[in-house]
């Protein structure tokens, strides 16, 4: 006979962790959704946003919100708000550049959709695989994730100043490395979730990570296909 244990702590604190994971998710939902809204808005204020120099603005923006994360993301409701926020600032950042593919490359529009489809492929299988991983993916891949990170980093601001990195060949190499990371960091963000280590830490925070994780894919996806099949005009 199935035996039934009731629980001596309040009923609120027994489903913390499905509400956390619960809450990272819809939280991730909404900030896909606000970006795709930043971009759809942004596509009016494209070119003044580069003439004017106020898409270095934004992006500044963003980064101070992700390196403040920890901070706002405790404060009610200010996290709300800036949660929202950010994926906004996201999607106005991101809109210049869907823009050029589109005017620049004849297949601009067919490449922006296979590389929604590649990410969203690509964020299933990562989530598939959190199934089949047993062993933790930070302890045993951490170190390379973080050292290939930072050399993604810094080969982005050499490519800047050095044309010479900036050719086809390189871009599928780098964005191929890029792929391969931030897939990693994605699976490590959705084993987390899963095994609830990441219990305890703010949904804001959880949520973050996760789109962060998916942001840069889908760029690092987009640069491959751009790269390899992008036909100029």
């Known amino acids: 006979m199935e035996q039934r244990f009731i629980s001596a702590k309040p009923v609120s604190s027994v489903p913390l962790s499905v509400r956390q994971v619960s809450s990272a998710y819809f939280l991730l939902t909404l900030a896909l959704a606000l970006t795709v809204a930043g971009v759809f808005f942004g596509i009016g204020f494209a070119l003044p946003l580069l003439s004017s120099g106020w898409v270095f603005v934004l992006f500044i923006g963003e980064i101070a919100l992700i390196f403040s994360a920890r901070i706002w993301s405790k404060s009610y409701p ?12 996201s999607g106005l950042t991101l809109t210049p550049l869907i823009m050029s593919v589109l005017a620049g490359y004849v297949n601009g529009a067919a ?22 991983i047993t062993r933790d993916i930070g302890s045993v891949a951490g170190r390379f994730m973080f050292n290939a990170l930072i050399g993604l980093i810094i080969f982005g601001l050499l490519q800047l100043f050095v044309p010479g990195l900036r050719g086809p060949g390189m871009e599928m190499i780098v964005s191929a490395v890029g792929i391969v990371v931030f897939g990693m960091f994605l699976a490590y963000d959705i084993q987390r979730l899963r095994r609830g280590t990441a219990m305890g830490e703010s949904p804001f925070l959880l949520a973050l990570s996760l789109y962060l994780d998916i942001f840069n894919l889908f760029l690092y996806v987009l640069r491959f296909m751009l790269a390899v099949s992008g036909r100029r005009r």
Request: proline letters at 3%; zero cysteines.
């Open 78 to 89: 200010l996290n709300y708000v800036l949660f929202a926020v950010f994926p906004l600032l």
């Open 111 to 132: 490449i922006l959709l296979n590389a929604v489809i590649t990410t969203t492929l690509l964020t299933g299988v990562a989530a598939v695989s959190t199934n089949f």
